[in-house]
């Protein structure tokens, strides 16, 4: 599950920041293994017995995270809201649409996640790390020093995705990438 939502976390960092997506794509061509090099040997070996073919397992056609920023755009509206230029707009104006955004795409998330406080305390009450916890669960901040069980005060409870039922892509390659179709009256 943390994985998941670091996935999300950083799909939307990368939708947002150039400097990130950059630096996403040079992590991931980073990790990619280097090619091995045909030694004489080994290709006079493949020359002479044959390899049975393995069955390669095909890539997506569309990545989740698409899939999760297309339902967020056709259920909430939510990359129109984020892309619409807001200086000629009210406040009262923002407000009233971000208010629609903020209820569909909460819908959304709650369908498709249903995220859960990993704490059922209030943020500000008193709380025990316990000893031999999970750093992907908690985040220690301030004056950490000494050996857990640690106490301290709440700041946020996290967030748990208690289910991830992500659509399944049923398109075609050609509009694997499309977020929202285009729309024609006529």
């Known amino acids: 599950m943390r994985r998941l939502w670091i996935a999300v976390r950083a799909f939307f960092a990368v939708v947002a920041r150039r400097d990130v997506a950059d630096r996403v794509e040079e992590l991931l061509n980073r990790g990619a293994p280097p090619k091995p090099v ?3 040997e080994s290709t006079k070996e493949k020359v002479t017995k044959p390899q049975p073919k393995k069955a390669e397992a095909k890539a997506p056609v569309r ?48 369908r498709l996640f249903a995220p859960a406080p990993v704490v059922d305390q209030q943020e500000g009450a008193d709380v025990e790390v316990p000893a031999g916890f999970d750093a992907g669960r908690y985040r220690l901040a ?34 694997a990438r499309i977020v929202a179709p285009v729309e024609v009256e006529l």
């Open 38 to 40: 045909p030694t004489p």
């Open 63 to 110: 990545s989740e995270a698409l899939t999760l920023l297309a339902t967020l755009q056709r259920e909430a509206r939510l990359v129109d809201f984020l892309k619409e230029p807001l200086g000629e707009y009210t406040d009262a104006q923002i407000g009233a649409v971000a208010r629609d955004v903020h209820r569909d795409c909460g819908k959304v998330l709650d």
């Open 142 to 175: 301030g004056n950490v020093v000494g050996e857990p069980p640690f106490r301290g005060r709440l700041v946020h409870h996290g967030w748990e995705a208690t289910r991830c039922d992500l659509p399944a892509w049923t398109g075609s390659a050609s509009a």
